[in-house]
């Protein structure tokens, strides 16, 4: 969906590198999320945002990090401690009370060299 | 532990046979639910959702999906399958209008 934009699309990462994804929304959302999409097991929460400087841990929050301290951004950095990084990440917003449903970003291919 | 459960991982299915895909959740609390499709090099879309109200949502593309609470299942429907209706379907799960969970998805080849 237009309005959020990950960058880069593909990023290659080496042994014991921090890489970062970039996520920028225009949609004035306040809930941003991100996933990680591995074949066969669907899309896992990383980390989300309800609002600007908080932000809680999902399910698979080890090895990552984020930070929220603009509305408009929502990256996240894939740390050395994350033994399995090779995925496709998604970045989300979340549109209360008119939609109620989630926007998408076109991803990042992360891969390990 | 919680979780959202889509028992089909892959179904194949000929043009114009019927589709029931099957979704089951196990979070308390305030849920609200919703399907989306994801087709080959495209972004995940929404098809239906429900938050209250008559539990047989209807959505784009001829898609429908029941809620049963009492079996805590949210099952996607078509009558008729097309071939453009290959793709991922996945069921999602918002808790508390906080965190919203997905399936691990189903793969839905339709033979022409």
């Known amino acids: 969906d237009g309005g959020i934009t990950q960058s880069p699309k593909y990023l290659f990462r080496k042994e014991g590198q921090n890489v970062t994804l970039s996520c920028e929304q225009n949609l004035n959302h306040d809930a941003m999320y991100w996933y990680r999409q591995d074949p066969g097991q669907g899309l896992r929460l990383i980390y989300y945002?309800?609002?600007?400087?908080?932000?809680q841990k999902g399910d698979i929050a080890e090895g990552y990090s984020v930070s929220r301290e603009k509305k408009e951004s929502f990256p996240l950095t894939v740390t050395s401690a994350q033994k399995n990084p090779t995925a496709f990440y998604l970045c989300a917003t979340y549109e209360t009370g008119r939609t109620e449903k989630l926007f998408f970003g076109s991803g990042t291919q992360l891969s390990v060299l | 532990a919680q979780s959202v459960s889509q028992h089909n991982h892959h179904v194949i299915l000929s043009e114009a046979a019927s589709l029931e895909l099957g979704c089951n959740y196990s979070y308390g609390g305030t849920v609200n639910l919703f399907w989306y499709v994801q087709y080959p090099g495209q972004h995940l879309q929404l098809l239906l959702k429900?938050?209250?109200?008559?539990?047989l949502v209807k959505g784009i593309k001829g898609f429908e999906a029941e809620f049963i609470k009492s079996k805590f299942s949210f099952n996607l429907r078509k009558p008729s399958v097309q071939w453009s209706d290959t793709a991922e379907y996945f069921c999602?799960?918002?808790?508390?209008?906080?965190?919203?969970?997905f399936g691990s998805g189903t793969k839905l080849n339709v033979k022409p």
């Open positions: 945002s309800q609002i600007v400087n908080d932000f």
């Open positions: 429900y938050f209250s109200g008559d539990p």
């Open positions: 999602a799960v918002n808790v508390n209008f906080n965190k919203f969970y």
